[in-house]
């Protein structure tokens, strides 16, 4: 952890969640962090209870709104120099068959979960080229792998991060980006957080028959 001192971090949905708690272990490890989200009040909460909190700044955004991201990444960047990690977490789920989810809400999922977020990306990119160095963390999620009951557009979202962010990385890896947390210290590309639904993964790809059979008899939640 060591490394994260007097790095900039900008995290996406730090107003809550993994975000919040990402915001506070990275500030603890002596980061400058750059706190987004839709919900200004909790992000000033989540700043206050960090180390320092005016040495870390509040960016309010909204991930279905990214016409704004260009000025926003020149506005910290004027602000803090520059952005060494990115970590794209904000994000919304769903809980609803496929059958009954009105394509709205198939397209707001996307909007937020996908488009916002490699629009951030997008918009942080040139800075990182510019500074020849970066790191971009993206939360996917376990339906990122594989789909399953219930989460049809959030799954695809997440699947669409991986085509995108996979291209990337193959892009960038000469100039700069590279994929979480400690892995990103370890030059992992991608790492696998979870309990024993981490093996389906192994076992969709080596055993597809058997992992198909599995997930069917899991029940919905
Ligand atoms: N929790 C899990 O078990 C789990 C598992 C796998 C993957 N993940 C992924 O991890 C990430 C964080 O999950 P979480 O459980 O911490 O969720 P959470 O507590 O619901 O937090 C989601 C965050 O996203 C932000 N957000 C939502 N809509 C937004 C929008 N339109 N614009 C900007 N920010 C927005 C929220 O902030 P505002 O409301 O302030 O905008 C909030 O801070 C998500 O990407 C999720 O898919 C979570």
């Known amino acids: 952890m060591q490394n994260f ?20 272990q ?30 870390h700044l509040i960016v309010p955004l909204d991930l279905a709104h990214s016409n704004n991201f260009k000025e926003l990444a020149a506005s910290v960047v004027g602000q803090v120099k520059r952005i060494d990690i990115l970590i794209n977490n904000g994000g919304i789920s769903q809980r609803g068959t496929a059958f009954e989810t009105d394509e709205i809400v198939d397209r707001r999922i996307m909007e937020v979960n996908y488009f916002g977020n490699i629009a951030l990306t997008k918009a942080v990119l040139p800075y990182m080229r510019k500074q020849g160095a970066g790191h971009i963390v993206v939360l996917s999620s376990i339906a990122g792998k594989f789909g399953f009951f219930l989460r049809s557009a959030y799954s695809a979202s997440k699947h669409a991060l991986h085509g995108f962010y996979e291209s990337l990385m193959l892009e960038e890896e000469g100039n700069c980006a590279r994929i979480m947390l400690q892995a990103v210290m370890k030059g992992k590309k991608e790492v696998l957080i979870g309990n024993k639904e981490i093996k389906a993964v192994t076992l969709k790809r080596f055993l597809p028959g058997l992992f198909w059979k599995i997930i069917r008899k899991q029940s919905a939640t």
């Open 5 to 24: 001192q007097g790095k900039v971090i900008w995290i996406t949905g730090a107003s809550s969640g993994i975000g919040a708690e990402l915001a506070k």
């Open 26 to 55: 990275c500030a603890e490890a002596g980061a400058v962090i750059v706190l987004s989200g839709r919900n200004q009040i909790n992000l000033e909460q989540v700043r206050q209870k960090l180390p320092h909190p005016e040495s």
